[in-house]
């Protein structure tokens, strides 16, 4: 078993992670040769002394958390594997004095190492603990392990102490020396430490404790020489621990090493590292400090600041221990200057905590230094803004953005304010409007260069994002677009990508479909091109939300595993919320309820409390939950919460109040939906163009007997009748066919046959995407809408579609959807044997012409079907049977004169010498993949992996069923699917009439390239 010790530095001035610097130190040296080295780009971090490397990508491409996830991992895996060999122990002493970071690290391997052989043990006062720097975390971390509180001492303690001292035992001597010290582990080494210095006869008492422990301290002091009370003396300049080398560099060779052994040997100091000390209390450093005169303090400090700046030892001095001296040695301009650099090292090293304090010590030296420069100070407080910011202090850093702000608006400097007002909006937030923020980022738009710079196009694609939602959207998107146009001039990729990062945002579920997603898909790949995971994830989730809409239900799912490879590739909480919510919408709309609200509540526990966003995504999703499975209740305190996120501006409260009167609706509470219907508000969210709350918006308009504003809606949706209507990036939701809100509409404003029309297409839509429980709620809808007609053929298939509503909400688990099946099942009247029978006599099946319609006679039963498209394909298949006729034929497509179907394309997709090609470099692929992964070159092996997996997709999207090569352009395949969708739009139309029919004819007629019917 190996033992590491890491100690916090309680004289101040320590760099974050000290005690885990420490630790780490001694695990790299005692580690086996290329052992760790993986890691050691990572630990670098931290380490100045281990080189650079490429492996650390800059934080603010990655996000805060992100990146300090990234470092802690690194740590994490390291003392793993270095436990491997042997098991290992660590012990992080004086916690109360550490640093928040060493916390959050503590706090992160507490979580991570639990079945590793690694055991840590941390030491703190618990007394110190509510004024401790890292007092909550701490707090926190104590919870996750076994917390043993020490109290005074026993007398037996006390007795099992004098023994192991060494000295005689005399109970006598032990009850008094116990008495004296009431206990207490520091008074009684003190006071037995001075009993022994100046000698003890047999049977003696101990003497009295002093009147404060400093006085035995000082007692014990006087016992060493002049030589060495002096070298304590430079020590304690340096802190609580020292190095000899430390010392020679600022007095002077001298001997050093005896004086320390002497110390060490009278209990003052302990060897922590080789010509390495400690004192071994903090309050033995305390009274040699303050035996210093104060000019050789100041002079003494002045030295060890001068030395550790310019230390070769260090590739980059420790600025927070150069500080902490400057400031000791009255240097307040230099201090200020050293606190910067040390908040630029913290942020480097991801203390974010430990940034921030640094920045706030150079702000008050600055001020104590009487620094007045106005351009300095706002820099400063950039700079400290940024650091809150990142450490998650949004509130805290948007306020000294503004301070920073406010001091270049004096100066009058443009580019500063831009700098401050971007600063100010780093988070982005889906749905809220920062009124601070849009003014801070207009006043910085109106004083920069109106020319092309690649600040100006930031600060506008932020302005046009801050400004959604607006009453007028098309504004701020014209303005994104701007400013995406801007950096395209520019040609600057990291600022192209920042635009349409936030001009994206700017038109979000607002602007025009085919701009959106054209947009969208440059931003991820962009970013994947960049290098950065964060945007590239954000560009793919805004992809997926737009697939979704134009039903490219596999496109959007396909997209969705490519954000779960990315936020796996980024490990952390902050980004794995996002993964798991896209999995929750699939969940939900394929109608895995059970599995669907375990990923809705994991999305609350990886990021639903911290990000706002999250939040957000819970609420809405947990409410469809709950929507779909009747428990409206329990919505309750959700629509509560809904109210809450959206109060910040009129909009916004005009937003929330339409969805909880959507969410009322749906329960059947009508009277409160009701009472959240607002003509104003409807029609202020119809002019906004956000699709999100289309089909509620319809169902308010019905309840609410709105016939004008319903038939405005109604020739609105036919617009975008082939579309899905989501929930956007803002919900991470699939609400249903807009086709489902024509049907309504069209139902309402007693235009039934369209309605019939439009619903059953929306049920369509719901099979083909696999939307079980939308399907559910359309079938009873349609067969609610059915079951006012008088024909028997309606009633059919009233039944028909009742049935169907009960047998998916079953399924899914629905049960007031089943209940109101069944119930609506009992009240109409059932279908007769000519219609349900499942016998089928084929040779009384004809379909023929007659006048501008189509004849159906199937044995007693004959109706009519208008003449389209998809009934004429039926009766050639129908009126021969057996036949197969290729799609090109059916299409009314050409032929050559030898009969040869002209295929219209540009040949296979991938032709065979490249499916050649592919094959030999799979397989050198997978050669190098298996020699990376046995030589641990995981950086090579994940690089063929990434090539291993793009060429798998461009083999699969030239692959067709059956392993068939698939044409580029294929006018065979645009034709398949047209007569396929054709035909099955003629059999929907037969199912009105005779459902009986209508299964046969869906069983026996055969589509694809060759179709036929096969009674």
Known sequence: MRAYWGRCWEAGGAPAYWPWVQVLRAVLRTAEPGQLDRYLGFLSQILPELPSTDVIRESADLGPEQARFFLMDAVSNALADAAQRLPIVIVLEDLHVADVSTIHMLEFLSATIRHQPLLIVGTFREVELPSAPAGPQL????????????????????????????????????????????????????????????????????????????????????????????????????GREFDIALLEACHGKTDYVSAAQEATQAAILVEVAPQRYRFVHFLIREVVY?????????????????????????????????????????????????????????????AFEEAVKAYSDALRTTDKAGIVDPSERATLLLELGHAETRAGLVTKGKATCAAAAALARQEGDAEMMA?????????????RVDTELIALLEEALEGLDPTDSALRARVMARLAAAQQPAEDPEGPMQLAREAIAMARRIADPETLLDTLRNGGSAMVDLGD??????????????????????????????????????????????????????????????????????????????????????????????????????????????????????????????????????????????????????????????????????????????????????????????????????????????????????????????????????GALASFLGRREEATEHYEHALEVARRTRGRPVRALIALELAQHLSTDSGPEASARAVELARLA???????????????????????????????STDFEPDSLTISKVGDSWLVCYENVEFQLKDVRGVRLLATLVNEPGREFHVLDLSGRPREETGVIIRSDSGEVIDAEARRQYRARVLALRAELEEAERWNDFGRAERAREELDMIERELSSAIGLGGRQRRSGSATERARVNVQRRIRDAIRRIKRYHPALAKHLDRAVRTGAYCTYEP
């Not at 996750?144 to 035992?169: C, H, I, K, N, W």
């Not at 008495?179 to 008074?187: A, E, N, S, V």
């Open 290 to 350: 303050e035996g210093i005169a104060e000019e050789e303090r100041v002079q003494a400090h002045a030295r060890v600041a001068e030395i550790l700046r310019t230390d070769a030892r260090h590739v980059e001095p420790r600025w927070s221990e150069v500080a902490h001296h400057l400031v000791a040695s009255g240097k307040c301009e230099a201090a200020a200057g050293a606190f910067r650099n040390a908040g630029a090292q913290a942020l480097r090293q991801l």
């Open 513 to 742: 479909l085919e701009e959106r997603i054209a947009l969208d898909r440059e931003h991820a790949v962009l970013a994947e091109e960049l290098d950065n995971p964060v945007e590239a994830l954000r560009g793919n989730m805004r992809s997926i939300m737009d697939y979704l809409e134009l039903e490219r239900i596999d496109d959007a799912f396909r997209t969705i595993r490519a954000c779960e490879r990315i936020t796996e590739q980024l490990g952390h909480p902050a980004y794995a919320w996002r993964s798991v919510a896209l999995q929750g919408l699939r969940a939900l709309w394929e109608g895995e309820l059970d599995k669907a609200e375990k990923l809705i509540e994991k999305v609350r526990a990886l990021g639903g409390s911290s990000d706002p966003n999250a939040v957000v995504v819970y609420t809405m999703q947990k409410t469809r939950l709950l929507q779909y499975r009747g428990d409206f209740d329990a919505q309750l305190p959700l629509l509560a919460a809904v109210e809450e996120q959206w109060d910040n501006t009129e909009l916004g409260r005009n937003t929330a109040s339409l969805i909880i009167g959507i969410e009322h609706m749906a329960a059947g509470r009508l009277d409160d939906a009701l009472r959240h219907f607002d003509r104003a508000s409807l029609r202020r969210a119809l002019r906004l163009g956000d699709h999100t709350l289309e089909l509620g918006i319809a169902r308010l308009c019905i309840v609410a007997g709105d016939v004008e504003l319903a038939k405005r809606l109604h020739r609105r949706l036919l617009v975008t009748r082939e579309h899905l209507v989501t929930g956007g990036m803002l919900w991470l939701t699939v609400e249903g066919p807009t086709s489902w809100a024509i």
């Open 419 to 431: 700098r401050a007002a971007l600063e100010h909006g780093a988070q982005l937030i889906y749905g």
């Open 139 to 238: 707090t926190r971390a104590a919870q996750e392990g076994q917390r043993l509180s020490l109290g005074r001492l026993s007398e037996r303690d006390v007795e099992t102490f004098v023994r192991a001292s060494g000295e005689t035992v005399d109970p006598s001597f032990v009850s008094a020396l116990h008495r004296t010290t009431d206990g207490h582990p520091l008074f009684l080494v003190e006071v037995a430490l001075l009993w022994r210095a100046q000698g003890r006869a047999e049977g003696a008492t101990p003497p009295s404790i002093p009147l404060s422990v400093r006085t035995a301290i000082q007692e014990r002091l006087s016992a060493v020489s002049s030589a060495c009370l002096e070298t304590l003396r430079r020590g304690a300049i340096v």
């Open 806 to 836: 009960q047998t998916v909400a079953s399924e899914v688990g629905m049960p007031a959807v089943e209940s109101a099946a069944r119930r609506l099942i009992d009240a109409l009247p059932q279908c007769d044997e000519a219609t349900s």
